[in-house]
């Protein structure tokens, strides 16, 4: 039996567009497609299946809620420790709610309560700094799930696989912003 419930709006652009705002946890398989698949085939089924874009997604349970608007209880909050420091940007709301759940508490989706996210200020503002630590916070939130000498290859795999895809989301960026690749 849960403990309670924390509360997620559907959230929307400033353009009206539905931003994905109810998702399940990541998982290594959910993982890897999106990041091999994600960049030419964006409907791909391990991306759907993670924002779960596909059918009318109603109110109910859900993995997670995204940060941007979020209901949750204070005693809930402080008995999970709130938002882990070690995020700088991105994952931090996907790990509260993984914790969460884990703790009782049930992640669920409200679609009948909509907000307007004007989000993308800090990834506006520098791209290239603002894709690396996407890749850098999704690396300590899956090193977390795999703790211990016994899953240290998959570790180094998939810090060699964020490295590889960050350096290619910044020279995406470059490209299309028709500057030239930088090296570091």
């Known amino acids: 039996m849960a403990a309670g419930r924390i509360a997620g709006s559907l959230i929307k652009t400033p353009d009206g567009a539905v931003y ?71 994952f931090e709301d996907v790990d509260l709610g ?23 200020h800090a990834t506006a503002r520098d791209p290239a700094r603002m894709a690396v630590e996407h890749h850098r916070s999704a690396w300590i939130y899956l090193a977390s799930r795999y703790p211990g000498r016994r899953w240290a290859p998959l570790r180094w795999v998939l810090r060699a696989g964020l490295k590889a895809r960050s350096l290619l989301a910044r020279r995406v960026r470059s490209v299309a912003e028709g500057a030239a690749p930088q090296r570091r």
Do not use: K
């Open 20 to 90: 994905p705002s109810a998702r399940a946890l990541p998982s290594l398989g959910r993982g890897i497609g999106h990041a091999l698949c994600g960049w030419w085939w964006p409907s791909n089924p391990w991306t759907a299946s993670y924002r779960r874009e596909r059918g009318d997604l109603g109110e109910g349970p859900t993995g997670w809620l995204s940060g941007s608007c979020l209901l949750v209880r204070r005693a809930a909050f402080d008995a999970v420790a709130g938002f882990d420091p070690a995020y700088f940007m991105y």
């Open 98 to 120: 993984e914790r969460l759940g884990q703790a009782g508490w049930q992640n669920v989706y409200a679609p009948a309560a909509v907000v307007v996210h004007t989000g993308g």
